[in-house]
């Protein structure tokens, strides 16, 4: 799925002066593209991937989907495409803590009404492919903090997502659990052939992606 952004402005209010966040960004994503977005603190990398996942909406401009406008999506309409089309990992996991690896994994396809046993086996052969395969019962408590992004990782590819949307995933681990971590999402995109799209500050892990897109003073351009 080719992802557009054509001419998209943010701008949040606070005290009552109009801060501008991303000023007319355009760029274009194509499908199984692994693409790294970098900038300094502050520049809007969270606002635009929460854009591109639907999670907010654009002061103007446009993000299509292929032929799909977001902006022409209600709410629930939205929630829907973001359910069957996009997979979120963010750099605090939020797993349910009273739900085991397994359960948490299945949660978006229970949420889009999948057989139970279809979501367990899509689950469980994930958790398998990421070195889990020994940790399905085990409580997100009881995982080391690599285990539980991983864990987040399958619950964001679990109903198999054209676009897996990423912000600072490897941020809260240790350097050996966040390269393992890059070279697991390296290796998911080039076999599943999912789009990832991940902000990151590391630059060894941007460099390992198919290009960069840097945002500074909200506008985006190729690194
Ligand atoms: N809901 C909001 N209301 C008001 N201002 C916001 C809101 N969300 C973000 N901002 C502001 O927008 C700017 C961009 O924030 P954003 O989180 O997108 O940056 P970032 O590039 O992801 O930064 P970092 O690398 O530090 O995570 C910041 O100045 C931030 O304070």
Do not use: C
Not at 33 to 40: D, H, K, R, S
Request: no cysteine; glycine share 8%.
């Amino acid at each position: 799925m080719l992802i557009r952004v054509d001419d998209v402005y943010k701008h949040y209010m606070r005290q009552q002066a109009e801060i501008e966040v991303l000023r007319g960004i355009h760029m274009e994503i194509a499908a199984g593209e692994m693409v790294a977005i970098v900038g300094p603190s502050g520049a809007g990398k969270s606002t635009l991937l929460h854009l591109l996942g639907g999670l907010d909406r654009p002061s103007s401009g446009t993000i299509y989907y292929d032929n799909w406008a977001l902006h022409q999506f209600r709410d629930e309409e939205l929630a829907d495409f973001r359910n069957r089309h996009i997979g979120f990992v963010f750099q605090f996991h939020h797993l349910l803590p009273e739900f085991s690896a397994l359960e948490n994994a299945m949660m978006p396809a229970l949420i889009q009404q999948r057989a139970v046993h279809e979501a367990r086996r899509d689950a469980q052969q994930l958790l398998g492919e990421v070195g889990l395969g020994d940790r399905l019962h085990h409580r997100p408590g009881e995982l080391s903090g690599g285990e539980q992004q991983r864990v987040a990782v399958v619950r964001a590819l679990v109903n198999a997502p054209d676009v897996v949307l990423a912000d600072e995933p490897t941020g809260n681990l240790d350097q050996a659990m966040g390269q393992s971590l890059q070279q697991l999402l390296r290796r998911l995109n080039e076999e599943l052939g999912h789009t990832f799209i991940i902000v990151t500050h590391d630059r060894e892990f941007a460099a390992q992606m198919d290009r960069a897109i840097s945002l500074v003073d909200g506008k985006a351009s190729a690194v």
